[in-house]
């Protein structure tokens, strides 16, 4: 329970700085200045009034100094990273798991929340991810290295053929994310990809069914949040999905 709690704790804190890489990273300005302020009064952010959660409550939502109203968007994203790193050190029980795991989840909200918005997953997002979960993997499991660089290869590979196949549905951002994915969770990247796939291929079917197929084609989805609900899921429970294929379907 105490790495747990670490977890949530360190989550909270790491999705008060993803609201901030969402904010500013599509707008090309700097993570670190200037420091966080009131995009209406521009008034700096106390630090006591920069705790992740907790003070956009005791604030009710505005800012001190002028009223605006802060969005919730921001604890939220705070909340659900807590919630999600905790996730992933419960269901992992290796510390490669844990640490690659807790990447995945750094990774991918960002990446999803970027892409609805702006239509694009930043390299500075999936670079530095991708260089990380090579010294986290081989740092604490060098043995399971060459398989998490095939799978990326494999995951990254895949979607390059559909994107270069149908441009207009599938980015080079989704095949670099994917690729970083593999690097993460290994043969796990393939139930990811999968739920990715069937949950965007559902969507597209709803808003077929109701828009009409003309109107409905046209409509522009981004993958990248399917990518991240993929990634979500293997993160909670790809590996059990991976031994039930083995032994099932395989043997």
Request: with cysteine.
């Amino acid at each position: 329970m105490e790495a747990a709690t670490f977890a949530g704790v360190l989550g909270a804190i790491f999705g008060s700085f993803l609201n901030v890489v969402v904010h500013r990273l599509p707008r090309h300005e700097s993570l670190i200045h200037p420091a966080s302020h009131c995009p209406g009064c521009g008034s700096p952010v106390k630090p006591y009034d920069n705790i992740p959660i907790l003070s956009w409550l005791a604030l009710r939502g505005h800012c001190r100094s002028c009223g605006e109203p802060i969005s919730p968007r921001y604890p939220l994203v705070e909340a659900a990273t807590a919630a999600l790193c905790v996730g992933a050190v419960l269901a992992n029980g290796s510390a490669v798991g844990i640490a690659l795991g807790i990447l995945t989840v750094l990774l991918v909200v960002p990446s999803a929340l970027i892409d609805l918005e702006h239509r694009v997953i930043p390299n500075r997002i999936t670079a530095p991810a991708a260089v990380l979960a090579l010294v986290l993997g081989l740092a604490l499991d060098p043995s399971g290295e060459p398989g998490r660089l095939l799978a990326g290869a494999a995951a990254g590979g895949f979607l390059l053929v559909a994107a270069l196949a149908y441009p207009a549905g599938m980015g080079m951002g989704d095949v670099k994310l994917a690729a970083v994915l593999g690097l993460c969770l290994g043969a796990a990247v393939g139930p990811a990809i999968l739920i990715a796939l069937v949950s965007g291929v559902l969507l597209g079917a709803l808003i077929i069914a109701r828009k009409g197929a003309a109107a409905g084609r046209k409509t522009a989805i981004p993958f990248g949040p399917f990518l991240a609900v993929g990634a979500l899921a293997a993160v909670f429970a790809g590996q059990q999905i991976v031994d039930l294929y083995i032994n099932h379907v395989v043997h």
